[in-house]
């Protein structure tokens, strides 16, 4: 799946990723091997323009060019780009309620898949407690079509509907939806003809079909090896039946990925699910995060950068370290520290990304009840203690102990021990090489 698009990518990104910094040559020259890639993964041409544009615009800014992990902040960007091109946020299917009938109707060339497919769709929506699947044979070009989504159906627990030598599909739906009704059926996937390409025919018994059981998703299945073609093809009966989305078959043949990159962006036809095999378990919902990931080969790196950035993002770094040096770092952001990174584990690994406490502290000797303690004693503190600590005299200090639980030989320590952290942080921030492995550090998560 993918191989030689991933392959190329993930040459790309270990390329950058590797160096510390970059200049506004080295993203030209990475974003120009990336559309070659694109091009020979058979993506649309004016797809890859517009992403080539894009992603230049994007990444030869100074926020990331001066980024403290340039490479990084630039994968981030393809990675988020061709999130995009892949139709960004996960489709579902949009059925109605379970009382309702539903029906799902698949379109697509002939060998596209249609048949597995909705057996395996079949398949899945009955794991679904809201979901009575019944299977609609009105594949009648064809003669071994019925018997072949008879004996999926068979094979998987799926009702289908058929009528043996039957030649109208029209009718044969008419008499499905009846059915479908009468035995509570709620959800009706209908198998159609193909042809071998799009022509005049097989639009109008579609389109006939269509206005007959108003569906509520018109799938096209498109062989995914098929790269433009696909989209092609996709576009054809988008402009005759308005299609709700697309099954991208044989994904697991396609090492390119060309029609899902540009299905998209070229249709504006979401792809809901893809075919991954054989099996009537081998489909699956399509997610473009997933797939953008797999192909920078960076499931690992985005998740971490994301992480990184949500625990602190550069600014934030950059606002401590001012903080620090003009002796505004407060115990309010002291308290934020911990909170924020303490979702990234441990406090004894975290405390290592604290500026100034590299090296400082011996990670065995870190006590984790003691630290949960110091959070709470700086909580029960007023907002205004937080950001000046010096203003907390003896009865507020007795307070404070009381509200957090602790003494007021604790509320002290900690303050004390503000006191010199802060100190030496100062000095710590003074330093350049110092500053910039803080930095790092901080980023890297
Ligand atoms: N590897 C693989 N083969 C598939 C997939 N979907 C369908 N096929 C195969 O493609 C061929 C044509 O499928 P079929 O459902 O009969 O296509 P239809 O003419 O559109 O109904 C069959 O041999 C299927 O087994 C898939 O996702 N992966
Ligand atoms: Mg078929």
């Known amino acids: 799946m993918l191989e030689r698009i991933s392959d190329k990518f993930s040459q790309i990104t270990r390329e950058i ?65 061709l ?65 072949q989504l008879v004996t999926l159906g068979g094979q998987l627990g799926v009702p289908v509907y058929h009528e043996q030598g039957a030649s109208e599909p029209l009718k ?32 109008n018994e579609i389109a006939a079909l269509s206005k007959l059981c108003d569906p509520q998703e018109t799938l096209l299945v498109a062989d995914s090896m098929g790269g433009q073609s696909a989209v092609e093809v996709a576009k054809a009966f988008n402009e005759r039946i308005t299609l709700s989305g697309a099954i991208l078959s044989k994904f697991d043949s396609d090492a390119r990925g060309g029609a899902a990159f540009s299905l998209k962006t070229v249709t504006g036809v979401p792809i809901k699910f893809i075919g991954t095999g054989e099996k009537a378990t081998d489909l699956e919902p399509f997610y473009p995060e997933r797939i953008a990931s797999r192909i920078l080969g960076m499931g690992d790196v985005v998740s971490l950068v994301e992480k990184a950035q949500d625990t602190i993002n550069e600014q934030e770094a950059l606002d401590l370290q001012e903080k620090l040096k003009s002796e505004q770092f407060t115990l309010q952001d002291y308290l934020e520290q911990f909170a924020r990174l303490r979702k990234m584990g441990p406090v004894s690994s975290v ?72 100190s030496m942080m100062r000095k710590a921030t003074k330093n350049k090489k110092y500053q910039q492995a803080m930095l790092s550090q901080m980023q890297k998560g």
């Open 351 to 422: 405390l290592e990304m604290i500026p100034g406490m590299q090296g400082q502290i011996d990670p065995d000797a870190i006590d984790e009840g003691a630290i949960k303690r110091e959070e709470a004693i700086i909580q029960s503190m007023t907002f205004e203690e937080r950001y000046n600590h010096r203003i907390i005299g003896p009865s507020r200090r007795k307070r404070i102990a009381r509200g957090s639980g602790s003494s007021v030989y604790e509320v002290n320590r900690l303050l004390k021990r503000f006191d010199k952290m802060r």
């Open 172 to 203: 044969v739906v008419k008499a499905a939806l009846k059915e479908a009704k009468k035995q509570q059926y709620n959800t009706v996937i209908v198998d159609t003809a193909g042809r071998l390409q799009v022509d005049e025919p097989l639009m």
């Open 83 to 147: 999130v995009q091109l892949l139709g960004d946020e996960r489709q579902e299917l949009e059925l109605k309620g379970p009382d309702a009938v539903s029906v799902l109707l698949l379109v697509g060339l002939q060998g596209s898949g249609k048949t597995t497919t909705a057996a395996k769709l079949g398949a899945r929506l009955q794991q679904q407690n809201d979901r009575r699947p019944l299977l609609v044979a009105a594949d009648l070009v064809r003669p071994a079509a019925v018997d």
């Open 17 to 81: 990723s590797g160096k510390s910094r970059i200049n506004e040559k080295n993203v030209r020259d990475a974003v120009e091997e990336i559309k070659l890639a694109l091009l020979e993964a058979d993506v649309h041409v004016r797809v890859v323009r517009r992403f080539v544009n894009r992603t230049l615009e994007e990444a030869t800014g100074e926020a990331v060019l001066k980024a403290v992990q340039p490479g990084q902040q630039f994968i981030k960007i393809v990675h988020d780009r």
